[in-house]
């Protein structure tokens, strides 16, 4: 029996999206028997080994809020260490879901429809694991609250011309319109396990999240009119979020960030991250649950695509910053990027380029974006390389500044690294649960992009186009013939 590859590129025709044979029923199948089969040994595992990072990460802060700060490494004149790194590291990963589920849906990118709904839940849960490290690093916890421009008896108010109050205001705006994006996306799911469901807890649950979901016309005009004004409310928000982020940087008068580089560089290297754990998450999901005919090797090669375009990028960046510090002859930037390269973190500098220059030129070869084990691999490298480049443009900015009397290294606790351990607890802890019990594809956009969705499709050859142009269309139906 042969397999139908549909990762070749013919300009003829466009390749199916959804294998196997597969129709509206079978589909409707697959996806649903995710959350309503028996709780598999294999997620038990998972789950217990997240929980239990997840407990460590909640016992560590609150050791941190009983104890203070200083059992973090960070020091004069690195006051910032493994804190904002993590918290720049999570707000760039929760990047990529939006971008897939806005972006490319106004841009009509049909690919989107079977990775966007865990990509949208792993923006959540990453922008939940970025707001934790703000905070609980300004060292007395309990007064987070004037990070807010709320009303009180002394009449402090925040700084409004300080980027870190940008930061307030952009990500909790980002993650407020991403959690109504990723509900409304949910609706007509949350119906289907409704009308499936078995149980009363199950079935009383599934329909308050459906809101009253019948199918109708009218809800379905609603449906899509929402769906597309969220859309439009997203796209800018994925490039404002980390341009804002950026500005906590460029706006300091400090070598290493001073620089309007910042705002693209670290959108480019958060959509390079986000769509790097998209991959890493995307490719054990449909061999565990199931999904393989509708999370195809079509769906891995193009974000393999997407992930080499923003590694390219990302690499332009890196030598612009120091084709910057060259043209500006300003002394401090130079010798700051000398010792990036040759000095005391140099291990950490070339750790981030082997991981975001040299391992996604990899993806030129379609043999190596159509091999699952090299896509992990390779995904997994650009993980653990945009996380040291946050720590390589903090850290070492800070440890080497303009006196070098203040010159001193820094190095983490124990307690740092384990945050960051604890942080992907809460992170898989969180995707766990929602693959457990929520719909982890999008049935309903899902069978739009299928050949059945056509009234020409419908009990034609399988590996028939999944959209015909309508004068060709037309014309075919004049002649008598049906589309070959």
């Keep these: 029996m042969t397999t139908y590859d549909n990762t070749i ?20 199948e697959t996806v649903c028997n995710v959350a309503e089969r028996p709780t598999t040994t294999g997620w038990k595992i998972a789950f217990a080994i997240s929980l239990s990072m997840l407990s460590v990460l909640g016992l560590l802060v609150m050791y ?42 106004l841009f009509r990118q049909n690919w989107r429809t079977s990775i966007n709904r865990f990509a949208e839940a792993m923006t959540i849960f990453a922008v939940m694991c970025a707001g934790l490290f703000p905070a609980i690093h300004i060292g007395r916890q309990w007064r987070a609250y004037f990070l807010f421009p709320l009303p009180n008896q002394m009449s402090m108010w925040p700084q409004f011309r300080s980027p870190l109050l940008w ?8 993650a407020s319109v991403s959690l109504f994006f990723w509900y409304v996306g949910m609706v007509p799911d949350f119906a289907t396990l409704r009308d499936r469901s078995k149980g009363k807890i199950r ?25 597309l004004i969220l859309s439009a409310l997203c796209t800018p928000l994925v490039l404002s979020v980390h341009s804002v982020v950026s500005f906590d940087f460029a706006t300091a008068q400090l070598p290493g960030w001073h620089t309007t580089i910042f705002p693209p560089y670290f959108v480019a290297g958060a959509v390079f991250g986000g769509f790097a754990m998209v991959l890493t998450l995307a490719i054990p999901a449909r ?20 992930l080499l375009a923003m590694g390219v ?28 390269v040759f000095g005391n973190y140099a291990w950490a500098y070339w750790v981030m380029v082997l991981c975001n220059v040299v391992a996604p030129q990899a ?104 959209y015909w142009p309508d004068e060709h269309h037309a014309s075919r139906r004049s002649r008598g013939g049906e589309p070959a």
């Design 313 to 340: 990028v990302v690499s332009y960046a890196y030598a612009t910053e120091f084709f910057t510090a060259w043209y500006s002859g300003s002394h401090w930037e130079q010798e700051l990027f000398k010792n990036r």
């Design 167 to 174: 930061d307030v205001f952009a990500v909790s705006t980002y």
């Design 363 to 466: 993806f030129w070869f379609k043999v190596c974006r159509n091999n699952l084990v090299v896509v992990m691999c390779v995904a997994m490298c650009v993980n653990i390389g945009m996380w040291f480049e946050r720590f390589v443009i903090i850290v070492t900015s800070l440890a080497r500044d303009f006196i070098p009397g203040s010159w001193w290294p820094y190095w983490p606790t124990w307690v740092d690294i384990a945050t960051l351990i604890g942080s992907f607890g809460l992170f898989f802890t969180c995707f766990l649960l929602f693959c457990r019990f929520l719909p982890v594809v999008a049935m309903a956009e899902v069978k739009t992009v299928m050949p059945e969705a056509h009234a020409h499709g419908e009990g034609g050859d399988s590996k028939k186009s999944d």
């Design 9 to 28: 590129d013919d300009p003829r025709e466009r390749q199916l999206l959804v294998l196997g044979g597969k129709d509206f029923a079978s589909v409707t």
């Design 64 to 105: 941190l809020v009983l104890t203070g700060i200083g059992v973090w490494g960070n020091q004069t004149p690195v006051g910032w260490g493994f804190d904002i790194v993590n918290f720049v590291f999570w707000v760039g990963i929760g990047h990529a879901g939006t971008l897939i589920s806005a972006i490319l849906f």
């Design 203 to 227: 079935h009383l649950a599934y329909s308050i999240l459906s809101l009253g979901w019948t199918g109708s016309s009218r809800h379905w005009h609603r449906y899509e009119r929402a769906y």
């Design 287 to 306: 061999a565990f649950l199931g999904l393989k005919d509708i999370i195809t090797l079509r769906h891995i090669d193009n974000m393999c695509k997407i």
